[in-house]
Every structure is written in C-alpha cells, then in structure tokens.
C-alpha cells in the first residue's frame, strides 16, 4: 500500500463546476501539505500550503486537511479552462532535513472545458 | 519563476553511458532535491542536500550519485544509464525553516536511455 493514495482520474468538468481532489495518507508523522498544478511538460508549481488541521482559503482554492481521518481535500470554485492540469498532493513530515523530503499521491488530471 | 535551472532540458542516451544532470539556482537556498517522474508513481525522491558536500539519499537512489561542490549547483549522475531510467527529471530547492516551507521545481529534465 502506498504512503499516499490520489485517484487519479481522469477528472472531466464543465466550466464554472466545483472540483474536489482529494488525497488519503497512511503515515501519521506527516504533518505538512501541500497542492501542486503541474501544466503539461512543465515543473509542479505550488498551489496551497498548509500545516495545520481545518481549512485554507486562497481565491477560488479551498486546502482542506483532516488529520484525524488522515484525508486532505482541494476545492476549486468556479472552475476554468485555465484549471486543466493534473493536481499533486505532496507531504512531509516535521523538522531538519526532512523539510523538501516530499511524498506525492499520482496525481490527478483535471480537465475543465467550456 | 523560482531562480532554478536544469540542464540539459532534454536528452537521449545510450545504455551504459554515463550521464549528469545539472541543477543551478539563484535563491542561495540550503536544501536541494532530485526527484523522478514516472506515469503511475507521481513523483519519487533520488537524493538530496542540505548543504555544501551534505547529501543523503532518498526513495529511490540505487544507480543514482549526486554531488554539490557550490551552494547553487546540485549534480545528478547516473553512472550507466539503463531503460529503466527513463524519466523525467525535476530539481527542487528549499530554504527550510518557517517561512521556507515550500519548496519549488525547476522545469524538468526529459532523459531516454536506449
């Protein structure tokens, strides 16, 4: 069994719709999470960070992070073309050089179309 | 754009051959990541640092040696290519701490090995 499951889809939509990606984790020492859009060809780049239970909102991206289940959500609002891409959730466990030691789900590709 | 550079962007190898991939960043961040990109594994940790000659190796390091010599460059080597190494290759930087917390990837690295 993986440390981190994400399904990973294909996820199709329409324009406008709410998007929930979620990402469940075995290992109860991470304690940081994070969501990256990756474009195709092109490096993950970093959506939403957080390090705590409960919700972050930035935008039209909502982190969501239960660690009592050990599930983290990301919600997007009003959903775009500009949005399809494939989402990673990433985590990591506290302190030193475990900082950047990221452990990725597969990913799940979103296309949102007009 | 996270000040970091890959090269080469892409290549093609024979097997056996030895190859190096090179990470150079401009942030003057402490930590410094290689990971793999592989359908159906997300991304996947080879090696790291966390400092000038300060390295460690990750998830999947076997075939792989890193070195850095200088703050901003971190070398990835792969002593004799096999297919199995076929991959995309994606640098990562860190400046750790609180407000470090996040890290960032470069654009990629394409390798085939024939």
């Known amino acids: 069994q993986k440390e981190v499951e994400q399904d990973p889809g294909p996820l199709s939509v329409p324009e406008g719709a709410i998007v929930s990606l979620n990402c469940t984790y075995s290992n109860s020492a991470f304690q940081y999470f994070m969501w990256y859009r990756q474009y195709s060809r092109k490096g993950p780049e970093l959506l939403m960070y957080?390090?705590?239970?409960g919700n972050k909102e930035d935008g039209r991206f909502t982190a969501q992070v239960d660690k009592s289940s050990k599930y983290i959500s990301l919600f997007i609002r009003d959903s775009q073309p500009s949005d399809s891409a494939t989402y990673l959730c990433?985590?990591?466990?506290?302190?030193?050089?475990?900082?950047?030691?990221?452990?990725f789900g597969q990913g799940t590709i979103l296309t949102v179309h007009p | 754009d996270a000040g970091i550079t890959q090269s080469p962007r892409h290549k093609v190898t024979e097997t056996g051959t030895p190859v190096t991939l090179r990470c150079h960043q401009t942030?003057?961040?402490?930590?410094m990541y290689w990971y793999r990109q592989d359908p159906g594994h997300g991304l996947r940790l080879i090696h790291y640092?966390?400092?000038?000659?300060?390295?460690d190796k990750g998830e999947v390091s076997d075939g792989y040696s890193v070195s850095r010599s200088k703050t901003e460059d971190f070398l990835l080597t792969l002593e004799s290519a096999t297919s199995s190494q076929t991959s995309v290759y994606f640098c990562?930087?860190?400046?750790?701490?609180?407000?470090?917390?996040?890290?960032?990837f470069g654009e990629g690295s394409w390798l085939t090995v024939v």
């Open positions: 990433a985590m990591s466990e506290t302190g030193g050089t475990s900082y950047g030691k990221l452990t």
């Open positions: 957080t390090y705590s239970s």
């Open positions: 640092s966390y400092g000038v000659k300060d390295t």
């Open positions: 990562a930087i860190s400046g750790g701490g609180t407000v470090g917390n996040t890290i960032y």
């Open positions: 942030e003057n961040h402490r930590y």
